[in-house]
T-cell receptor, first 111, second 115 residues
Framework: LAKTTQPISMDSYEGQEVNITCSHN???????ITWYQQFPSQGPRFIIQ???TKVTNEVASLFIPADRKSSTLSLPRVSLSDTAVYYC????????????FGTGTKLQVIP | DSGVTQTPKHLITATGQRVTLRCSPR?????VYWYQQSLDQGLQFLIQ???????AKGNILERFSAQQFPDLHSELNLSSLELGDSALYFC??????????????FGQGTRLTVV
């Protein structure tokens, strides 16, 4: 599976839009880009998944350029409760075989 | 609530001992995954079972083993425990039977402390 690279940490003020970029240069045709959120001592929680272009749900947007070698998770108007670790994953069609979460991006929202 | 249940939530045991962690997947999910998360680390994939059969293996130690039972619940057995095995162990489940990648649902984890 393609390796992902994302910033180790980010700070943002409450109410701002946060964009976290992830690179996955070796992504394959049947891979999906998937983002998870994890709070301390809790299991990761699915945020959003996409294949190409733009995907939006009630909590986030995911932007994927045509070459799919990178993606950007956008969190609109963050609040203190969005302070968490965000993981970018490349998931092969059909399941999470051998998917490993890296260290993710630690987002700290400041009041 | 993800629908994935892990027991126990906390476990403290001594070095050299053996423990069993249990996971009940979401209703209808055939795949179960086990992950280990050490302090301030990402989640490391250990092993996956699909409908009772081992499907994929990650960096799982030989001292660790797992199985998935006919009712689809899974157990992770850790033996000859060492201090370095102290970690959060997560179980996740997914449907994983379609052409499109699916969401994995994680339990709340079992925090294992080896003393």
């Amino acid at each position: 599976l393609a390796k992902t690279t994302q910033p180790i940490s980010m700070d943002s003020y409450e109410g701002q839009e946060v964009n976290i970029t992830c690179s996955h240069n070796n992504i394959a045709t049947n891979d999906y880009i998937t983002w998870y959120q994890q709070f301390p001592s809790q299991g990761p929680r699915f945020i959003i998944q996409g294949y190409k272009t733009k995907v939006t749900n009630e909590v986030a947007s995911l932007f994927i350029p045509a070459d799919r070698k990178s993606s950007t998770l956008s969190l609109p108007r963050v609040s203190l409760s969005d302070t968490a670790v965000y993981y970018c994953l490349v998931v092969r069609s059909g399941g999470y075989q051998k998917v490993t979460f890296g260290t993710g991006t630690k987002l700290q929202v400041i009041p | 609530d993800s629908g994935v249940t892990q027991t126990p939530k906390h476990l403290i045991t001594a070095t050299g001992q053996r423990v069993t962690l249990r996971c009940s997947p979401r209703s209808g999910d055939l795949s179960v995954y086990w992950y280990q998360q050490s302090l301030d680390q990402g989640l490391q994939f250990l092993i996956q079972y699909y409908n009772g059969e081992e499907r994929a293996k990650g960096n799982i130690l030989e001292r660790f083993s797992a199985q998935q039972f006919p009712d689809l619940h899974s157990e992770l057995n850790l033996s000859s425990l060492e201090l370095g095995d102290s970690a959060l162990y997560f179980c996740a489940s997914s449907v994983a039977n379609g052409p499109e990648a699916t969401e994995a649902f994680f339990g709340q984890g079992t925090r294992l402390t080896v003393v």
